[in-house]
């Protein structure tokens, strides 16, 4: 089977792992440092901080502007669920607002969305592609919302020459094993308020300013990242830039051997001002059942492929419409897109001849 996504790890993290082991130091130390170091030098962010995971870091944000219970936050309805469940754990509702085409918030469906208890908005830049940040900020300014954004899915991925996840008030990455770089689990927030970064802090680190004391300032929590994290995180910045490299390679290797199916199949790719890294290489069907369809080919063919993420509309937890508000604006575009959009294989490691069978296969069916 020919993953749809794995992680390039080699000896490079061994080396940075080994560095750990001699230390013995796991927790939080030099390598953590240097790692957020790093992470401000790539974003070009003021403060970073990191947690144990992307969900962490939403929350953390929340929290520091003072969202919590009888607030509303404006979120994308497509998008991975940990968004707005960040929402709902800050003790705030999230509210659904459909996308755009160019898979950003529709902000004539967002103003549907306000109300008085709305307090922030929140981006999110799916797949490796800008959300178009100037208008969202626009809006943010007309009907005073902090804007937070979810960039989970955007490492190196620029909004007219400036790293996404620098734009708000607040941004976090994600460094899941399956992102553009990997931490294992991992999260960080970026920020260039001085005092948001500290309030971020606290809260990530049972409510104190410094490790290693026992006066609590805050209520806060355990969200630490770890030394093994931050060698396995130094070793894929190294990385980056081999990695943003191939991925745009995969990304123009498909769109010109799908080139001829255009009438079928077309690529996703960004209609801002917006330079991705293209996390996954995806593409649009005209039907959801060819979608579907080409799925169940290509499993048979031993490729693995990956739908759109479910609209937070459809998913099960929210049924009962308890935790979400969902009535307020239209959302069938972001049902569409879910419905008919389809992943390709686009791990740095794919060869140039698993991609051309690839391509080959999704020829075949269309045939």
């Known amino acids: 089977m020919i993953p749809q996504i794995q992680p390039w790890i080699d000896t490079t993290e061994l080396h940075y792992l080994k560095k750990v082991v001699e230390s013995t130091w796991v927790t939080e130390h030099a390598l953590t440092e240097e790692f957020e170091n790093r992470i401000k030098e790539l974003t070009g962010a003021k403060h970073a901080i990191t947690v144990c995971n992307g969900t962490a870091a939403l929350y953390c944000c929340l929290k520091s502007l003072g969202i919590g219970p009888g607030d509303e936050v404006i979120v994308p309805n497509l998008t991975f669920i940990a968004t707005s469940n960040a929402v709902i754990m800050a003790g705030a509702h999230p509210v659904l607002c459909d996308v755009g085409k160019d898979f950003s918030l529709d902000l004539v469906e967002a103003q549907k969305c306000l109300s008085k208890r709305t307090k922030a908005i929140m981006p999110v830049h799916l ?14 300014k007309k009907h ?22 620098t734009f708000g008030e607040l941004g976090i990455l994600s460094f899941y094993g399956n992102k553009t770089m990997t931490c294992g689990e991992g999260g960080i927030i970026l920020t260039d308020d001085t005092e948001l970064a500290e309030k971020c802090y606290r809260l990530k680190n049972h409510g104190r300013s410094n490790k290693g004391v026992f006066d609590h300032e805050d209520i806060g929590f355990n969200f630490a990242f770890t030394e093994m994290q931050a060698a396995v995180g130094l070793a894929q910045l190294d990385k980056l830039p081999r990695i943003v490299e191939r991925k ?14 255009r009438d079928k199949l077309y690529p996703v790719k ?37 739908a759109f993420f479910t609209p937070l509309d459809l998913q099960p937890c929210y049924r009962d419409k308890k935790w979400v508000l969902m009535q307020r604006c239209s959302i069938g575009r972001s049902h569409s897109l879910h ?3 389809i992943s390709l294989p686009s791990s740095y490691g794919l060869t140039d001849s698993e991609q051309d069978l690839i391509i080959e296969a999704v020829k075949e069916f269309f045939e």
Request: hydrophobic fraction near 30%.
């Open 127 to 140: 797949y490796g592609m800008a959300s178009e940040m100037d208008s969202i900020l626009d809006f943010a």
């Open 144 to 165: 005073d919302l902090k804007v937070i954004e979810d960039a989970a899915q955007g490492v190196a991925v620029h909004y007219k020459g400036r790293h996404v996840g």
């Open 248 to 261: 745009q390679e995969i990304f123009d290797r498909y769109n010109s051997g799908l080139s001829k199916l």
């Open 270 to 306: 960004p209609e801002t001002d917006c330079v991705p890294v293209y996390w996954f290489t995806s593409f649009l069907t005209r039907q959801s059942e060819t979608r579907r369809e080409l799925e169940g080919y290509l499993k048979e063919k031993g490729i693995q492929t990956r």
């Open 339 to 341: 419905e008919c959009g």
